[in-house]
Structure formats: structure tokens, C-alpha cells
């Protein structure tokens, strides 16, 4: 079955860390771009990180710089998001999506998680 | 805050037609795609690539894009239709990638 699943979320207080998982399965993990993408209670989509298919490219919404980081281990197919010093403005879903294949940047998620729910609250 | 922007709700007769549009200059790269989210549930892809339908989107769906504007076009929309639509491209740095605001459609 081609999936993605999320995990690792939680209620966190401001300014600890977090590191979420997506696994994936039922296809070929590591040919694909993967992102990540959040969403505010209420609110819309909000795109925060790619990762190339091999991990050696990295992208981040200005915002985020600094305090994500965006891995992956295709060993494992495996997709993390490591954030650090949490805000409250950081309480979303997070959601993983399969982005293109290779070394293709194209504006398409093809296969989203169902997400995962983390609360900054002290 | 977002580069592209979308009207915030449209409302549509049952089995009429809606336009869902997002504005934004990097969309004069041509390339955008479209993501629906009922309530509750994760986004999917509906349209990407301007006009490619992913396996099992109905063809009431249709899109395109002409100068910095990209349209959704719902022909005949149905009750299922009804949910929030997120259009998506690359931001002005070219590295990047952003959503727009979001549309809000109601079937009547």
C-alpha cells in the first residue's frame, strides 16, 4: 500500500525540541523529493522544507531557517523534521508529502501523510 | 505571508460551474498545481502541471494558466466538491515553493 506516516508529535513546551518522523512504504522511497508542510489550526497550507531525493539538497521557507532541519534516511525510507527552540506559532499539523522524482523540482505533492499534531504550550 | 492569493470563498449551484483562481507573478513560470482538503482530512492533488489530472480526479476538473493568474475550473460540481483548494508554485526565489491563501468552496 503507498503510504506515508507520521509520527512524533505531541504537546511540547515553548522552546524544546521535536523531531518528527514520516515513514514511507509501498514505493521507492528514495527516488523522490520529499516535503514538509504544516497547517495551523484554521488555517491554510503553509510549505516549510524539501529535501532531495538523495539528501543533498535542502530548501526552507525563510521563516523556519535555522530552527528546522529537514533529513532523511532511505535505509530506512524515512523522512525527519528536527525542530528546535519551538514557538507557539509552531502548534500545527504537520503533514509529509512525496514530491517529485530525481532531481526535479516541480510544485507537486502527489502523496500527502495524514499528519501529525503537535501543541507549543507551556 | 503569501505570494500567491486566492479568493477566500466561492459558493456554486449543484451541477454548475465554479472558477477557483490564485494570483501571483512567479506563476509566470507556468507551472502550477492544486491540492482539495475536506475537513478533517489531509490535502490531495488534484491538478498539477497547469492541466494534468492525477489517476482518479474526475474530469469536471480542469485547470490552466494564463499570464500571473492560475484557474481551477469545477464543471458540474458535485456535493463531494465542496471542501477548501490550495493552489502551489515556486516562490520568487525559485527554491522555494508556497501555497496560496486557500478558497473556501460551498455547493449550494
Known amino acids: 500500500q503507498v503510504q506515508l506516516v507520521e509520527s512524533g508529535g505531541g504537546v511540547v513546551q515553548p522552546g524544546r525540541s521535536l523531531r518528527l518522523s514520516c515513514e514511507a512504504s509501498?514505493?521507492?522511497?528514495?527516488?523522490?523529493?520529499m516535503h514538509w508542510v504544516r497547517q495551523t489550526p484554521g488555517k491554510g497550507l503553509e510549505w516549510l522544507a524539501v529535501i532531495s531525493y538523495d539528501g543533498d539538497i535542502k530548501y526552507y521557507e525563510d521563516s523556519v531557517k535555522g530552527r528546522l532541519t529537514i533529513s532523511r534516511d532511505n535505509s530506512k525510507n524515512t523522512l525527519y523534521l528536527q525542530m528546535n527552540s519551538l514557538r507557539s506559532e509552531g502548534t500545527a499539523v504537520y503533514y509529509c508529502?512525496?514530491?517529485?522524482?530525481?532531481?526535479?523540482?516541480?510544485?507537486?505533492?502527489?502523496?500527502w501523510g495524514r499528519g501529525t499534531l503537535v501543541t507549543v504550550s507551556s | 505571508s503569501s505570494e500567491l492569493t486566492q479568493d477566500p470563498g466561492v459558493s456554486v449551484a449543484l451541477g454548475q460551474t465554479v472558477r477557483i483562481t490564485c494570483q501571483g507573478d512567479r506563476l509566470r513560470s507556468n507551472y502550477a498545481s492544486w491540492y482539495q482538503q475536506r475537513p478533517g482530512q489531509a490535502p490531495f492533488l488534484v491538478m498539477y502541471d497547469k492541466n494534468t489530472r492525477p489517476p482518479g480526479i474526475p474530469d469536471r476538473f480542469s485547470g490552466s494558466i494564463s499570464g500571473n493568474t492560475a484557474s481551477l475550473t469545477i464543471t458540474g460540481a458535485q456535493a463531494e466538491d465542496e471542501a477548501d483548494y490550495y493552489c502551489n508554485s515556486r516562490d520568487s526565489s525559485g527554491n522555494n515553493f508556497v501555497f496560496g491563501t486557500g478558497t473556501r468552496v460551498t455547493v449550494l
Open positions: 509501498g514505493f521507492t522511497f528514495s527516488s523522490y523529493a
Open positions: 508529502a512525496r514530491g517529485s522524482l530525481w532531481d526535479k523540482f516541480f510544485p507537486e505533492f502527489d502523496l
